[in-house]
């Protein structure tokens, strides 16, 4: 599944299953690519299912390239790919900070600035 829709729309539920990742991620500080998959699998399964089917060879094959696909943080605005992201929430201090960047960025949002970042 490439997740691409006619007029450069994208899969409704590949969206659901790159923000459940993007959220697996910052509530779990520290994943690495092993943590981040069975984590999507165990607790998000529906969602996995939905996205990528119910084979899981298929399964765990689209996660892998989810892993090395990008996602914009719609908080902030920034683009990184699954595994950056991972390296950007490494412990909970980095997860702090980020919370702090998304604060800074609806601060200056509301003060007029588009795009912060």
């Given amino acids: 599944m490439n997740g691409e829709f006619p007029n450069n729309a994208t899969d409704p539920l590949m969206d659901e299953l790159r923000e459940a ?67 950007a929430f490494s412990n909970e201090a980095a997860v702090g900070i980020y919370y702090h960047l998304v604060e800074a960025c609806e601060k200056l949002r509301r003060m007029g600035v588009k795009d912060p970042l």
């Fill in 21 to 87: 990742a993007f959220e697996y991620l910052l509530l779990n500080p520290g994943s690495d690519f092993g943590d981040w998959q069975q984590g999507l699998i165990s607790e998000y399964p529906d969602i996995v299912v939905d996205a990528l089917g119910s084979n899981p060879h298929e399964a765990m094959s689209g996660l892998a390239d989810l892993w090395e696909s990008e996602y914009e943080d719609p908080k902030t605005g920034l683009w990184q790919d699954f595994k950056e992201w991972a390296e």
